[in-house]
C-alpha cells in the first residue's frame, strides 16, 4: 500500500482506496413510488473487508489538559452510483433513480470475528416506481489516513452490513 502526503490534510500520511463493482439487488416495486436505501460493504476482494482502527474521538492527554480531536480513518469521500439493469413491471410510466448515496465507517459483527471492527459501508438511495432492478453499479474513492498495517479479512459470503434494507447477494466485482 502507497502512502501519500497530501498539504490539506497537514503532515499526516494518507492513502487514497479506489473501489469499483456493482450491487445485485433484485428488488421490484410497483405504485406508489418506494425509496429505498441499499447497504453494501466495499470488498478489497472477493469476500474481504477491511476493517479499520478509529472513529473520530476526543482524548483526554495524561498532563490534564484539554481534551484533542484525534480525526478518524476517513478524511474525504467521493461516491459515484447508477442504475445497472432494470426492467419494467407495468405497462405504465416508471421511474428508476439514484436518490442520492455516501459511505459510512459503521461497526459490524461477524461471526468468527472477535469484537465490533469498523468497515466501509456504501448507502445506496434508490426511488422506484412500476420497474424491477437487478443491481446498480458504484465508483468510489476514500481519502484514509494512513494507518501502519490495515487489516484485511474474509467475511461471510452472505454476510451484509448491519441495519436498514440490503440486497441480496452482496457486492460483486
Not at 5 to 22: A, K, N, R
Not at 64 to 91: R, S
Not at 98 to 127: K, M, Y
Request: proline letters at 9%; hydrophobic letters at 40%; charged letters at 15%.
Amino acid at each position: 500500500m502507497d502512502y501519500v502526503v497530501q498539504p490539506e490534510f497537514g503532515s499526516d500520511p494518507v492513502v487514497l482506496e479506489v473501489y469499483t463493482g456493482w450491487v445485485q439487488c433484485d428488488i421490484g416495486f410497483v405504485a406508489p413510488t418506494a425509496h429505498v436505501t441499499m447497504k453494501s460493504f466495499l470488498p478489497v476482494n472477493e469476500g474481504e473487508v477491511r476493517f479499520y482502527p478509529t472513529k473520530e474521538t476526543e482524548v483526554e492527554p495524561e498532563n490534564g489538559a484539554a481534551p484533542v480531536f484525534v480525526p478518524g480513518a476517513i478524511k474525504q469521500t467521493t461516491v459515484v452510483t447508477a442504475i445497472g439493469g432494470v426492467a419494467p413491471t407495468e405497462d405504465e410510466a416508471n421511474v428508476f433513480a439514484v436518490d442520492g448515496a455516501n459511505v459510512t465507517l459503521e461497526e459490524q459483527t461477524f461471526g468468527g470475528i472477535a469484537g465490533s471492527p469498523l468497515c466501509l459501508v456504501l448507502n445506496t438511495r434508490l426511488g422506484l416506481l412500476n420497474c424491477h432492478l437487478f443491481n446498480f453499479t458504484y465508483q468510489v474513492q476514500v481519502i484514509t489516513r494512513g494507518e501502519p498495517s490495515p487489516v484485511v479479512s474474509a467475511i461471510p459470503r452472505d454476510q451484509r452490513p448491519l441495519g436498514g434494507a440490503s440486497p441480496e447477494g452482496g457486492p460483486l466485482g
